[in-house]
């Protein structure tokens, strides 16, 4: 299904420079000191099967009985970074301040600790502020970790900007359409999807740039004085 653009009425700076800024980075030369890392949240449920399915048989599919257990909701945090066909998936109880600030934490420090400064492209999710590593470490911690991170916001209504949405989507099609009843399954089955597509280097043809932008959304752009 095509995802549909959700952009502001009438024109808006705000929207123009985020997007570009945005874009922007999406047009820069690979530097692996200076990562540009996608990074997004979705809600999981767990389902779980009443009935053990029929297995697939030769010109007959697998069949799943209409009934199902419903199992506990979960987060899952993704990260991807299209320039290095690189991508992450983080399962966790809960969507928290605090487990975000977790996340940037072992993105700067378990996944790029060699970076200079890992650019992070977000949403503006309540959580994904600085506040929030403030919220789960000391001061000193929550500075020292700040330092090594560098966020982009994307526009309000626009995360179509957002190259990890076009993963999500993938996730959701090729690993979490079936029913997952528990996050150790949920787990195991989202690290094997995340190695394949790793070792396959599959990444996002991403062809949208500024000057696009000020092509087909000029509608967008405020008028100038």
């Known amino acids: 299904m095509k995802k549909q653009w959700c952009i502001p009425e009438p024109p808006s700076a705000e929207f123009v420079w985020r997007m570009e800024d945005v874009l922007d980075l999406y047009e820069e030369p690979y530097d692996p000191k200076r990562p540009v890392v ?45 320039k290095a066909w690189w991508r992450h998936v983080d399962v966790t109880e809960r969507r928290t301040a ?23 492209v977000l949403d503006n999710l309540n959580t994904h502020t600085p506040a929030s590593l403030y919220k789960a470490f000391e001061p000193e911690e929550a500075r020292r970790v700040l330092r090594r991170l560098e966020f982009h916001h994307t526009p309000k209504h626009a995360s179509w900007l957002n190259q990890v949405e076009i993963e999500l989507s993938v996730l959701s099609r090729q690993c979490l359409s079936r029913r997952i009843p528990d996050e150790g399954t949920l787990k195991r089955e989202s690290g094997a999807w995340e190695r394949k597509r790793n070792e396959e280097e599959a990444t ?19 008028p100038r004085s």
Do not use: S
């Open 204 to 222: 996002v043809d991403w062809r949208f740039t500024a000057p696009d932008a000020r092509e087909k959304l000029k509608r967008l752009y405020p």
């Open 38 to 82: 996608c990074f997004d949240e979705t809600p999981y449920q767990m389902v779980a099967e009443k009935r053990a399915p029929v297995p697939a048989k030769p010109d007959r599919v697998a069949r799943h009985d209409y009934e199902y257990e419903r199992g506990g909701m979960v987060n899952v945090f993704a990260f991807f970074e299209p």
């Open 98 to 120: 605090v487990d975000f600030a977790h996340a940037m934490r072992r993105l700067a420090e378990e996944h790029y600790p060699e970076a200079r400064k890992v650019r992070v």
